[in-house]
């Protein structure tokens, strides 16, 4: 097979990688970019060329994200959709597409996968009809959303500035909200306030938020707080959402539970790369170590948007385009003068957002509590590891998340551990009495998505007949 050769190959469609792309082609950059999805944009902007997804959309995000992504289109970019990496071994990039895995080469990557929900355990979150926040916004976005009565809503439970959007566009799309169950801090809230002054070096995004604010609030929807052990019951389905507040346990009907808890960087493939990575005691996640062009501990490697940090899309573009231009410095297809030129807006306009979303950082920081779920709660899908079985580990000595991991298989599915493996350390955590972060990181090994054995020796020219299987 022939393989492909760029100078900058890029790992993702979302913001900061249409606008890494567009970026690097301005400054005369060869580049191919892969992403999962049959069409460019990411979360912020997924399915923004539709017609349905525009009405979701306020006008600005729609604005902005139709004119990225006609950029980006009309760049020259090498464009793979639907293509799946699953591996990256130097400067090759190996690919799955169609069913058909393929490699190419670049003399610069940079990874802007983006962020996740986090994954959060509780009892009954396996039962259909409960899902994350941004699962619902990709119905929302494909037109593909469930009929929801008025005698069994949704309801909302979480803590993140999500919540706050999706409510706006279930409202929006005139479904019924039974209620929004706060499972955030009130006393970390309240020690947040003196840093936002500094949220108002970014009056636009403070407005937005302000507005559906106002919007959620006009609607009435009963907003309950300090939200504890939260538990969806029904038969083979979501019937009803009990949970324990200030006044006691509660229980309410719901069609449909949306969780949030946060959002997070994803660092699977940094992780499997041994990149350095870092832990935030804030965010209680792990995150790459970069500097504000998204250099990593690897100096062919770059890591832009909120895969590296999370900050916004807004600041996902600034962070992209950086990269993007960087990359061409790097490979001094551009001068430093000129990169130096090329990059000051975006390198004023980003420091001044990282100031101001450290307030939010800080305001929906996630209690550790959520993840105090009972014995029986599933950490792992894959596997069916319940909490009590990591606890168990370590009544046995287990302390290290990576052993914990041999002993349970918690972690050894499908998904790698992208589901369960922060809750595993948590748990592991609080029942050692250490710090997340002292109990390690579950270790990622290649290939990052499943492959399979078939695509893999067929891609190095090993080929199996039918005879053999796959």
Not at 17 to 23: I, P, S, T, V
Not at 80 to 109: D, F, K, M, N
Not at 235 to 262: I, K, Y
Not at 374 to 386: A, G, H, K, L, S
């Amino acid at each position: 097979m022939k393989v492909s050769n760029f100078d900058c190959a890029i790992i993702g469609a979302g913001p900061a990688g249409l606008a890494a792309a567009c970026a690097a082609r301005e400054c005369g950059l060869e580049v191919a970019l892969l992403d999962e999805q049959p069409a460019p944009g990411g979360q912020l902007f997924r399915n923004v060329e539709s017609p349905l997804t525009q009405r979701v959309l306020d006008e600005a995000d729609k604005r902005s994200g139709l004119e990225l992504v006609a950029r980006f289109r009309e760049s020259g970019t090498d464009y793979r959709p639907q293509a799946t990496v699953w591996a990256i071994e130097g400067t090759t990039v190996c690919y799955s597409r169609g069913g058909v895995s393929e490699h190419l080469t670049a003399s610069h990557i940079i990874l802007t996968p983006g962020g996740m929900e986090r994954p959060v355990p509780f009892p009954g979150w396996t039962l259909p009809g409960v899902m994350g926040a941004g699962g619902m916004d990709i119905l929302l976005r494909s037109a593909s959303l469930p009929q929801i009565s008025p005698s069994k809503p949704v309801v909302l439970c979480g803590n993140g500035p999500l919540l706050l959007l999706l409510a706006c566009h279930l409202l929006d799309a005139g479904v019924p909200v039974a209620a929004w169950l706060d499972t955030g801090d009130m006393a970390r809230r309240m020690a947040a306030l003196p840093r936002m002054l500094a949220a108002l070096g970014d009056l636009a995004y403070l407005a937005k938020g302000l507005r559906m604010a106002r919007r959620v609030l006009a609607s009435r929807i009963p907003i309950i707080r300090n939200v504890r052990n939260v538990r969806a019951e029904g038969d083979g389905h979501v019937e009803f959402v009990r949970f324990t507040d200030s006044r006691g346990e509660q229980r309410l009907p719901a069609g449909m539970l949306l969780r949030h808890e946060g959002i997070i960087p994803r660092t699977h493939i940094p992780n499997a790369l041994g990149l350095e990575l870092t832990w935030d005691n804030v965010q209680r996640c792990w995150h790459p170590v970069t500097d504000i062009f998204g250099r990593t501990s690897c100096g062919h490697i770059a890591i832009a948007g909120d895969s590296a940090f999370v900050h916004g899309g807004d600041a996902s573009l600034l962070k992209g385009r950086l990269a993007g231009i960087d990359a061409a410095r790097r490979l001094h297809v551009i001068s430093e003068a000129e990169a130096e030129h090329r990059h000051a807006e975006a390198l004023h306009g980003l420091r001044r957002l990282i100031r101001a979303r450290d307030f939010l950082r800080h305001v929906f920081a996630p209690r550790p509590e959520i993840f105090e779920v009972p014995d029986e709660t599933i950490v792992c899908r894959c596997e069916n590891v319940r909490a009590g079985d990591i606890r168990a580990a370590v009544h046995e000595g287990f302390t290290n998340v990576n052993e914990i991991k041999r002993f349970t298989r918690c972690g050894m599915g499908p998904c790698q551990g992208r589901m369960c493996g922060q809750a595993l350390a948590e748990i592991a955590a609080q029942a050692t009495g250490l710090s997340p972060h002292s109990v390690d990181m579950l270790h990622v090994r290649m290939p990052f998505r499943p492959v399979t054995l078939n695509e893999y020796c067929t891609l190095n020219g090993l080929g199996l007949d039918d005879s053999q299987g796959a």
